[in-house]
């Protein structure tokens, strides 16, 4: 069983930075994709990144954090993170790590189907 847990999360200004941690136990990332999503208040959750498994992996990042957001991982740590710069008050959510890079239609990146490993996320405020 894949256990995540994500920290990092604060209250920031806008324009700030924070880099959010996922710990992941019970697989190693080396062949192990891992996704970050965040859900908004009042909004579904939405994929915003993915590392891919093998070796260091090959990022992915939607339109929204392209230039802003990286995604990285530490075989060693056996973690994923999410830099996060440029930060904007719709940033503002809860961030949640998945084992799964979940689907990407069209514009929109969703979680996998029936995907329910979710950690308890950690919550990231941009405002000033």
């Known amino acids: 069983q894949v256990h995540l847990v994500e920290s990092g999360g604060d209250s920031v200004q806008p324009g700030g930075s924070l880099r959010l941690s996922c710990a992941v136990s019970g697989v190693t990332l080396d062949g192990y994709a891992i996704g970050w999503f965040r859900q908004a208040p009042g909004k579904e959750r939405e994929g915003i990144a993915c590392?891919?498994?093998?070796?260091?992996?090959?990022?992915l990042l939607a339109d929204s954090v392209k230039g802003r957001f990286t995604i990285s991982k530490d075989l060693a740590e056996n973690t994923v993170y999410l830099q996060m710069s440029s930060l904007k008050s719709e940033d503002t959510a809860i961030y949640y790590c998945?084992?799964?890079?979940?689907?990407?239609?069209?514009?929109?990146?969703?979680?996998?189907?029936?995907?329910?490993?979710w950690g308890q996320g950690t919550q990231v405020t941009v405002s000033s």
């Open positions: 590392i891919s498994g093998s070796g260091m992996g090959v990022p």
């Open positions: 998945a084992s799964d890079c979940g689907t990407i239609r069209g514009t929109m990146w969703y979680p996998g189907p029936g995907y329910d490993n």
